[in-house]
């Protein structure tokens, strides 16, 4: 299985300031179809997963503009550009290259 | 606008089964997968596997390939997923999740179903 690490685990942030994430694979997630086949998901306090980023950079319809994705094969990172209040919960990487698909740990963001 | 809308909370005893329901709107429902993803208490995202609702075709995780069954009723715009023999680290929340198909991912979760397994 393909084993996702995310850094780090906790994150403390303060509104208005830049805040970023880091998750790695244990195998590149760059298929021959061009994709790096990685996603970000936040799941906010008592809510679903939502989706925020997919193949590794394709912002997704709704997310605001200050939230972005970078990386290539096995390395890859989330950056929120100003953090706001709502962006509170956790973070998680997912590989969908190979079955099992397989999540990060989570980076739990959270308000100094 | 697209939602799942899962089953509702089960208590069940270890040795038993479990089938869950998610039922989709907003959306045509074929020309998609959907996938099964639970969550224990304070833990990361464990994916189960997933059923194309076109063909039927199920691709389970190796781990629970002997006690899951994913299916789907078309004409109800539904699909379920069945886990037996449960045991006590069974206990999680279960969501279900729309895919679109290569190569875009999961879109659109369900709301979750809370799953506890007790004697």
């Known amino acids: 299985d393909i084993v996702m690490t995310q850094s780090p685990l906790s994150l403390p942030v303060t509104p208005g300031e830049p805040a970023s994430i880091s998750c790695r694979s244990s195998r590149s997630l760059l298929f021959s179809d061009g994709y790096n086949h990685l996603s970000w998901y936040l799941q906010k306090p008592g809510q679903s997963p939502q989706l925020l980023i997919y193949l590794g950079s394709h912002r997704a319809s709704g997310v605001p503009d200050r939230f972005s994705g970078s990386g290539s094969g096995t390395d890859f990172t989330l950056r929120i550009s100003r953090v706001e209040a709502e962006d509170v919960g956790v973070y998680y990487c997912m590989q969908a290259l190979q079955n099992p698909w397989t999540f990060g740990q989570g980076t739990k963001v959270e308000i100094k | 606008q697209v939602q799942l809308v899962q089953s509702g909370a089960e208590v069940k005893k270890p040795g038993a089964s479990v089938k869950i329901s998610c039922r989709g709107s907003?959306?045509?429902?074929?020309?998609?997968?959907i996938h099964w993803v639970r969550q224990a208490p304070g833990q990361s995202l464990e994916w189960l596997g997933h059923i194309n609702i076109d063909s039927g075709a199920t691709t389970y995780a190796q781990k629970f390939q002997d006690r899951v069954t994913m299916t789907r009723d078309t004409s109800i715009k539904t699909a379920y997923m069945e886990l037996a023999s449960l045991k006590s680290d069974d206990t999680a929340v279960y969501y279900c999740?729309?895919?679109?198909?290569?190569?875009?991912?999961?879109?659109?979760w369900g709301q979750g179903t809370q799953v506890t397994v007790s004697s």
């Open positions: 999740a729309r895919d679109p198909g290569d190569p875009t991912p999961i879109d659109y």
């Open positions: 907003g959306y045509s429902f074929t020309g998609y997968f």
